[in-house]
């Protein structure tokens, strides 16, 4: 497994993963409108990794690099438990000049236990259009 920097071959790919990766995750919301161009809209202007096996896409993170924020990390759900999510995340981390943030859906137990086996605390909380999240901070 590897982590590399996006190319624009990997979008129709990744386009697919993030719709993939949202259903199988987001179950508390209604996913109905979802389109595989979100992720043009939800990566736009941020530095993407891209977790690849053998040629196969196996998941990606999407970070605001000036303001050290991880805007998303999302692995196939075929490839879950496999620590592609471990590897994008150690990857982001060492890239950050300073304490790290992210938001993590409250709903998304999982991806909270996740974050905080790797060291991110939760700093405080608050509420988005898909519901309350956790603020949480990666010290350096």
Same mark, same amino acid.
């Given at each position: 497994?590897?982590? /590399?920097?996006?190319?624009? *071959?990997?979008? %129709?790919?990744?386009?697919? +993963?993030?719709?993939?990766?949202?259903?199988? =995750? &987001?179950?508390?919301?209604?996913?109905?409108?979802?389109?595989?161009?979100?992720?043009?809209?939800?990566?736009?202007?941020?530095?993407?990794?891209?977790?690849?096996?053998?040629?196969? /896409?196996?998941?990606?993170? *999407?970070?605001? %690099?000036?303001?050290?924020? +991880?805007?998303?990390?999302?692995?196939?759900? =075929? &490839?879950?438990?496999?620590?592609?999510?471990?590897?994008?995340?150690?990857?982001?981390?060492?890239?950050?000049?300073?304490?790290?943030?992210?938001?993590?859906?409250?709903?998304?137990?999982?991806?909270?236990?996740?974050?905080?086996?790797?060291?991110?605390?939760?700093?405080?909380?608050?509420?988005?259009?898909?519901?309350?999240?956790?603020?949480?901070?990666?010290?350096?």
């Amino acid at each position: 497994m590897k982590i /590399r920097p996006f190319t624009e *071959a990997d979008r %129709p790919f990744l386009r697919t +993963l993030f719709l993939a990766s949202r259903k199988a =995750n &987001w179950r508390w919301l209604e996913s109905s409108g979802w389109k595989l161009e979100d992720f043009d809209r939800v990566t736009l202007g941020e530095r993407i990794l891209v977790a690849e096996d053998n040629g196969h /896409r196996a998941g990606f993170a *999407a970070v605001l %690099p000036n303001d050290n924020f +991880l805007h998303s990390l999302f692995v196939d759900p =075929n &490839w879950q438990g496999n620590g592609v999510g471990s590897l994008l995340l150690k990857a982001v981390q060492q890239g950050f000049t300073s304490s790290g943030a992210l938001k993590c859906m409250k709903a998304n137990t999982a991806a909270v236990a996740f974050y905080q086996q790797h060291g991110w605390t939760i700093i405080s909380d608050g509420e988005s259009e898909h519901g309350e999240y956790w603020l949480m901070h990666f010290v350096l």
